[in-house]
């Protein structure tokens, strides 16, 4: 099964010059609770940029650089075939990022932890798969410098 965890701000902007465009601890917090001891999947820039080094979780990176192999991690090569492979696992596959990688899984996603980060951010990299009306809200929390919500996809295409 595949979930992605992602956070936006108002014009669905998620990135710039290769990292975050914001330092919001609590929504750092929210990630690492949502995804320790979890599988999760990110393209090779995302990865790349990480501050430090996320323990405890099993990390897949999607890339094509021949030889790029870091430590501790499991290389994707192909990364519609994986998704094909596992669509139907029980276990939680969490895809984070970035842009290219949700727009290649999101149609394989059942489940999504969102944070709609409240302030508009200078963006370089957005968001353009996602679409509200895919999704009904399960969770929702309002702090302090984004709403965070638990999402399911709406099986029966209702808005
Ligand atoms: N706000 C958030 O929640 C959030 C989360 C994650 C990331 N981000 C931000 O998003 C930005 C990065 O996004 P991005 O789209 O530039 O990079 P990305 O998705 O992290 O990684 C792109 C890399 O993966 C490779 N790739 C893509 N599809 C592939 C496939 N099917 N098979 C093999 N390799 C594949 C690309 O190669 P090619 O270029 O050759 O296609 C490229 O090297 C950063 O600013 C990051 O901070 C934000």
Not at 19 to 24: K, S, V
Not at 101 to 119: E, L, T
Request: aromatic share 14%; hydrophobic share 35%; proline share 3%.
């Amino acid at each position: 099964m595949f979930s992605f965890s992602v956070a936006f701000d108002p014009k669905q902007g998620i990135g710039i010059n290769g990292r975050l465009p914001w330092h919001i601890k609590e929504e750092l917090q929210l990630f690492k609770r949502n995804t320790l001891y979890k599988n999760i999947l990110m393209g090779q820039t995302t990865y790349d940029s990480l501050p430090r080094k996320l323990v405890d979780r099993n990390i897949f990176v999607v890339s094509w650089e021949e030889g790029y192999q870091p430590e501790g991690v499991v290389v994707i090569k192909d990364l519609i075939q994986f998704l094909e492979t596992h669509k139907d696992d029980k276990e939680e596959y969490i895809i984070c990022g970035g842009a290219s990688i949700y727009r290649q899984a999101y149609p394989y996603c059942k489940k999504a932890y969102v944070s709609f980060i409240k302030d508009e951010y200078k963006v370089d990299t957005h968001l353009d798969c996602f679409s509200i009306n895919d999704w009904k809200i399960v969770e929702k929390v309002d702090y302090d410098k984004f709403v965070y919500c638990l999402l399911e996809r709406k099986e029966d295409g209702t808005n």
